[in-house]
């Protein structure tokens, strides 16, 4: 008993001190509005400028969904200010040393080191990681055939990403040699890859998705021996946030945002129906 009043204690003061913090959700709900700075890494389908005045993607739907839902259910009016990263590295390592009133949407996985830097939503999205190479390239039957496969390759990666930890793996295990790029973003990686076909890497499956639809990208393959296990994207907030505590009701209360009208809306706007089932997350499956 004495520890579950210490737990309530300690509950007590932690809302207490976030409310306290300006820009935090807690003070926004006080004060009936609040601004949220949206640090996003610029990253097609997830977040991007179809135009220079308009930036749209699944992740941008998201963030608009949730002001809506701020005010119709919590009276409480969000104002968004949008923050381009053009790289994954800078976009994450801006985020991780916020404060306040600071969102980040980048295709985050999460991740148990993660984890320990920053705080999480609900996730939004599944993924799996894709091994992808020119289609000249032999297809790997398992992973220790990439020792003979990929030994003239070079890997092209983004810094910071799941994808550098799954190549320094594969160097690790077997490529000692391997050589290694680092690019700004997966665009990057693929145009790179289109034009250079000594190049290999780890991309997610929606961004795999959305270059291979269009012309002239149809030059690659995945090698499904490496196709990673089920991850999850979720939005990402400073450690001493609370925000991921509106974003966690916003997703979850009811069935859940990911089993409504507006989620399904949005990845119809998005993505392919190939693909769709694939990367949807629900709580009711």
Same mark, same amino acid.
């Given at each position: 008993m004495k520890k579950f009043?210490?737990?309530?204690i300690?509950?007590?003061? #932690?809302? =207490?001190?976030f409310?306290?913090?300006a820009g935090?959700w807690s003070?926004? %709900?006080? @004060?009936?509005n609040g601004t949220?700075? %949206?640090?996003y890494?610029?990253?097609? &389908?997830?977040?991007y400028? !179809?135009?220079k005045?308009?930036? %749209? +993607?699944?992740?941008?739907d *998201?963030?608009n969904?949730? /002001?809506r839902? $701020?005010?119709?259910?919590k009276?409480? =009016?969000? @104002? ?9 590295? =800078?976009f994450y390592?801006?985020?991780k040393?916020?404060s +306040?009133?600071?969102?980040? /949407?980048g295709? %985050?996985t999460?991740?148990p ?7 999480? #939503? $609900?996730p ?5 990681s894709l091994l /992808?190479t020119?289609v000249a390239v032999?297809t790997?039957? =398992?992973?220790?055939?990439? @020792?003979?496969?990929f ?7 983004v810094?910071?990403?799941i994808?550098?930890?799954e190549v320094? #793996?594969?160097?690790s ?7 290694i790029e680092?690019a $700004?973003? &997966? ?5 790179? *890859?289109r @034009?250079?076909? !000594? ?7 929606v961004s795999?998705?959305a270059?291979v ?6 030059y *690659?393959k995945i090698?499904?021996?490496a196709?990673?296990?089920?991850e999850m994207? +979720?939005?990402?907030? &400073?450690k ?6 509106a974003?966690?009701?916003? *997703?979850?209360? +009811?069935l859940?945002?990911a #089993?409504s009208e $507006? ?7 998005n993505?392919g129906?190939?693909i769709?089932k694939?990367?949807s997350?629900s709580?009711?499956?």
């Open positions: 009043y210490g737990f309530l300690a509950f007590s003061i #932690s809302l =207490t001190s409310a306290q913090i935090s003070n926004a %709900v006080k @004060t009936g949220l700075n %949206v640090q890494f610029d990253n097609f &389908p997830f977040s400028h !179809r135009s005045a308009e930036l %749209v +993607g699944i992740e941008v *998201m963030i969904e949730f /002001i839902w $701020a005010k119709d259910q009276n409480v =009016t969000l @104002t968004s200010n949008f923050i381009e990263n053009k790289d994954f590295y =800078t390592d801006e985020v040393k916020s +306040g009133d600071v969102v980040g /949407i295709s %985050v999460i991740t080191s993660r984890l320990g830097e920053v705080n999480f #939503s $609900a939004y999205l599944k993924n799996k /992808i020119s032999p790997l039957s =398992t992973m220790a055939d990439a @020792t003979k496969n030994d003239s390759l070079t890997a092209i990666v810094k910071g990403s994808h550098e930890q320094l #793996s594969l160097k295990k077997y490529l000692p040699k391997l050589k680092y $700004a973003s &997966p665009r990057q990686v693929l145009e790179k *890859m @034009t250079n076909s !000594r190049y290999f890497s780890y991309i997610d499956l795999y998705w270059f639809k269009q012309p002239k990208s149809k *690659m090698h499904r021996a196709i990673s296990k089920e994207f +979720g939005v990402v907030f &400073p001493n946030s609370d925000w991921n505590m974003f966690n009701e916003f *997703m979850e209360s +009811g859940g945002f #089993s $507006a989620y399904k809306e949005i990845l119809r706007k993505l129906e190939e769709i694939t990367v997350v709580n009711i499956e």
